[in-house]
């Protein structure tokens, strides 16, 4: 071992206040302590997430107890010093101990914490933040990432997650920390025990259907919403809800699917083969922490599961009928265009912002209703601040109810929105690399040599770094007469993805198959394009 890493693992042992990581670090090999002291985890505007393991480089209670630590002295900072943090948690791996770790540090520092009692889904923390008029909030989850892994989100007052610069400023404060061990620590008793009551209480207005008959499958994916979302639909007279009994308690394993993302292929099949079952009306997935949600309709091949653009436009067609003129609706970048046209033939604004709900929350005033394409919903900003999975599972209820009482499905309003403004068909093409270096070649060769025609249509490249204002991001679009593709890095992952979407337009109900049987062709032909960068 070499004698730099030997010095950092004494070091790191010494200031490591948890008894199990520090044996776990004297057991491991000399290459598994170099990956873990590689890097610290990066804090930024998701805050962090890593895998549960000892060390810099993973979630545990030394990290978080430093994490937290430096949160303070940024709050102190700010002359934010004695006010009121709210402390949430998932129940996932760990996620007990670092909420209270969090917790502990917080009050040690001479804040006044409000520990969440159990776990809970993240829109609750979201709420109560706001709720409690709170100056943060930490929630311990890792979302949908795998088992292994855990994670510490971070809410800035109003409910709404940090943006830059706030995060490197956290950064350097975390950076500046010392022992986690030597950090100041007091015992906290949980408490908050009706924020979960109040946040029920806002969901009655997000529901008008006069008749409430209807049948649903839903699922928790083994995460924290099961409860929460079951309470909501039962408690609002959505009374025929059967449940996926295999995955409605949280298990931290995450045993029947490969993978806990609603979107990922595979996850629903269980929620589908219920639904079929049951002969539901509507199904539903949540995530683990159930700030996103997914649905899935009953159709003429079958069930299948709705994209994170379908449901989005179905929910903002739904929230625009009855949202004041001049409201505003908002999606990212890498989202449907159809929000765009449907805007402001409803008497609503639009707006575009980055990927994340840290920027969609703050696309203006007026804000009625923001989406992104990977299943995130925010259908009440006055009381959610972000996305979240149970209030749009509730307002989508309340939608197939107001169908089903006129012989109609959701379908049949997607039908109705394509003759209205075109088949927006969309994919997304992911290509995964080892070397992190590619991703700059491939982007440097896309922006130097971008292609003239893309399924035989001429496209115009338009490189989002040049942008000014808000919408600067690393990312390339080639937009051309009814196609887009854009091409971005990831921001969590060792990928390259491109987002591509096709409108055509329908001339009548029958010309619909015709439409989409366009539109997928030439999505096939975009396909072909994006597995080549």
């Not at 971008?450 to 040049?466: C, I, K, N, Q």
Request: aromatic content about 4%; some cysteine.
């Amino acid at each position: 071992m070499t004698s730099h890493l030997s010095e950092q693992l004494s070091e790191w042992i010494a200031g490591d206040p948890d008894p199990t990581t520090r044996d776990e670090l004297a057991e491991l090999s000399e290459s598994e302590l170099a990956e873990r002291f590689r890097a610290p985890l990066s804090f930024g505007t998701a805050g962090l997430r890593g895998v549960v393991r000892a060390g810099p480089n993973g979630m545990n209670v030394a990290v978080v107890v430093r994490t937290t630590a430096g949160i303070c002295a940024w709050l102190q900072k700010k002359c934010l010093g004695g006010s009121t943090v709210v402390v949430g948690r998932d129940a996932r791996h760990g996620s007990d101990a670092f909420a209270t770790a969090a917790a502990e540090t917080l009050a040690a520092a001479g804040f006044s914490v409000v520990l969440l009692p159990r776990p809970l889904p993240t829109p609750v923390l979201a709420f109560a933040v706001r709720a409690l008029d709170a100056d943060l909030g930490v929630q311990i989850t890792a979302s949908h990432n795998p088992a292994a892994d855990n994670g510490y989100k971070v809410y800035l007052r109003g409910g709404a997650q940090l943006v830059p610069p706030a995060d490197k400023e956290i950064e350097a404060e975390i950076a500046a920390v010392g022992r986690a061990v030597d950090v100041p620590r007091s015992l906290v008793a949980p408490g908050g025990g009706d924020v979960t009551a109040r946040y029920l209480d806002t969901l009655p207005a997000l529901v008008h259907a006069s008749r409430r008959n209807i049948r649903i499958a839903l699922t928790p994916l083994h995460g924290v919403g099961g409860e929460v979302a079951l309470t909501a639909l039962r408690g609002l007279g959505f009374l025929d809800v059967h449940v996926v009994t295999s995955q409605f308690d949280p298990d931290p394993e995450f045993p029947t699917v490969t993978f806990p993302n609603p979107e990922e292929p595979g996850a629903a099949d269980a929620l589908l083969a219920l639904a079929a079952e049951v002969d539901a009306d509507l199904a539903i997935a949540l995530d683990p922490d159930a700030d996103r949600c997914a649905i899935g309709v009953p159709g003429p091949g079958g069930w299948r599961m709705l994209s994170g653009d379908e449901t989005g436009a179905l929910l903002a067609d739904h929230i625009l009928k009855s949202a004041p003129p001049n409201s505003l609706v908002a999606n990212t970048i890498v989202s449907s265009q159809l929000l765009a046209a449907l805007a402001p033939a409803r008497g609503a604004r639009y707006a575009r912002t980055l990927t994340g709900f840290k920027w969609l929350v703050r696309a203006g005033a007026g804000l009625v209703y923001a989406y992104e394409e990977a299943i995130g919903h925010c259908v009440d900003p006055t009381s959610v601040n972000d996305k979240d999975g149970i209030s749009a599972a509730v307002m989508l209820a309340d939608l197939v109810a107001q169908l089903k009482s006129d012989s109609r499905t959701l379908l049949d309003v997607l039908d109705d929105l394509a003759m209205e403004f075109g088949v927006h068909a969309g994919a997304q093409v992911s290509k995964r690399v080892d070397d992190l270096g590619r991703i700059d070649s491939m982007m440097a060769r896309l922006r130097s040599d971008p292609p003239a025609e893309l399924a035989s249509r001429a496209v115009t490249m338009t490189d989002m770094l040049t942008a000014r204002g808000p919408l600067r991001t690393d990312a390339v679009e080639l937009a051309g007469n009814g196609i887009r593709v854009i091409v971005r890095p990831s921001g969590t992952e060792p990928k390259v993805k491109a987002y591509l979407e096709v409108v055509e337009p329908a001339s009548s109900r029958e010309d619909l198959v015709r439409a989409r049987a366009t539109a997928g062709a030439t999505l096939d032909e975009l396909r072909k394009f994006a597995r080549t960068l």
